[in-house]
Structure formats: structure tokens, C-alpha cells
């Protein structure tokens, strides 16, 4: 992890800290761990939310509303798969042997959330500052150039067949996994029909995919 540290300018005083935030429940359970990534992961979570928010409100205009949506633009799972990949996380996540070969969607929400455990291991590590100069780096870029990750594609499918006076229902058809990371498989029905089919490591994440794929189906017809 030396190259990683280099890249971000850090220098770590507890490595066990970074270990754990690259460590998944599948890989700690095999190897008798005490900790996996996700406590972590939760501090992480608010620490990002609170970076990003705090960047908006210094820079932007824009009232609530607006920062609400660009904020979660940037904290949604396919940014922090993006941040994560950009900087090579990938390589040093620890799986079980179960989890090696999953589906490429529950790697890509491990993935996700690696990042986000990551910074709080920078956060206990070398306190908010550092955090905070880190994920300013990693981030700022993306909105400075406006790269947004959209996440909102519900309320656009929402506002596409609204003048057709259509109806939009989201059916959880298929849920799998142990309760602390499950994967869902969401079906959205317009009038009755299926428009597109969403899979992810949340429910939430699955409404959203599957609200695309119906967006993709519509711009085609």
C-alpha cells in the first residue's frame, strides 16, 4: 500500500486501520478476524457526506434543493466505484473465497464501500483534516469539470411518461445475500409492463438501475 500512501501525500501511524478498511466480512470470517470493513464504512459514509456538503456550501450558489441533488450526484455508489477505481483500491480489497467469483454487481458495491472505509481510516488514522484534504482531492476534480454521476434516474423516468399520464411501480422481485449485504433485484413496470430490470447492493441502488434500463429502453423506441 506504500505506492497508495504516496499517491495521497499520507503518511499512516496505524496500519491495522487500513487493513481492516480493505477487509470484507466473507474474508474476516475465514480468517478468524475480529473486524470486517463496514464500521467503517459507516463513519466513512458521514465523513464524505460531510465533506462534500460543506465544499457546496463554501462554493455554490445554489439553494438547498440544488446542493441536495449535486451533493448526491457525488456520494452515490457509482462515484464512489468510480473514486475507488481511479485510485486502485480494487487491488488491495480482501475477499473469501465465496465472494471471489460473485456477480460483477456485488463487487462493484464492495468496491464502492471500500472507499468510503477507507477514508475513515485516514479520518481515526490522521485526523479530519487530512480526511477532509483527501477527499477534497479525489472529488473537487470530478465537479470542477462536470462529471456528474447521475443517480436520480427515477424522478427522470418520472418526468418522461408523466405527460402520457403513465404509471411508474418498482416490484422487488428477488432479494439474496446475508442480512449485512444483500443484492436485490428490482423490476419497474410502466402501466403494467416491464420496462427494466435493476440489480444492486441496496434496494435504493436497484430502484435507480432499473430506472435507467427504462430510460435506455424508452430513448430507443
Known amino acids: 500500500m506504500d505506492e497508495l500512501f504516496k499517491k495521497l501525500g499520507i503518511k499512516p501511524k496505524d496500519f491495522s486501520l487500513y487493513e481492516r478498511a480493505f477487509s470484507h466480512s466473507s474474508y474476516a470470517n475465514e480468517h478468524h478476524k475480529k473486524q470486517d470493513y463496514e464500521r467503517l464504512e459507516f463513519l466513512g459514509d458521514a465523513i464524505v457526506d460531510l465533506v462534500v456538503a460543506d465544499y457546496l456550501y463554501e462554493n ?10 449535486v451533493r448526491a450526484s457525488y456520494v452515490c455508489e457509482n462515484a464512489l466505484y468510480q473514486y475507488s477505481m481511479d485510485l486502485g483500491l480494487n487491488h488491495y480489497i480482501k475477499l473469501g473465497h465465496g465472494e471471489v467469483d460473485k456477480e460483477d454487481i456485488l463487487k462493484k458495491a464492495i468496491i464502492a464501500d471500500i472507499f468510503e472505509a477507507f477514508m475513515a481510516a485516514i479520518y481515526l488514522d490522521l485526523g479530519y483534516a487530512t480526511a477532509r484534504r483527501v477527499v477534497l ?3 473537487v476534480p470530478y465537479i470542477k469539470k462536470h462529471i456528474t454521476f447521475f443517480s436520480d434516474y427515477k424522478s427522470a423516468l418520472q418526468e ?10 418498482y416490484h422487488l422481485v428477488h432479494e439474496e445475500g446475508p442480512s449485512h449485504k444483500k443484492v436485490f433485484t428490482v423490476e419497474v413496470r410502466i402501466d403494467d409492463i416491464i420496462y427494466g430490470t435493476g440489480i444492486a447492493g441496496s434496494k435504493k441502488e436497484a430502484e435507480q438501475n432499473a430506472a435507467k434500463a427504462a430510460l435506455d429502453k424508452l ?3
Open 219 to 221: 430513448a430507443t423506441k
Open 160 to 169: 418522461a411518461v408523466q405527460t402520457d399520464k403513465k404509471s411508474v411501480l
Open 60 to 69: 455554490f450558489t445554489e439553494n438547498e434543493g440544488e446542493m441536495t441533488k
Open 137 to 139: 482531492a479525489i472529488i
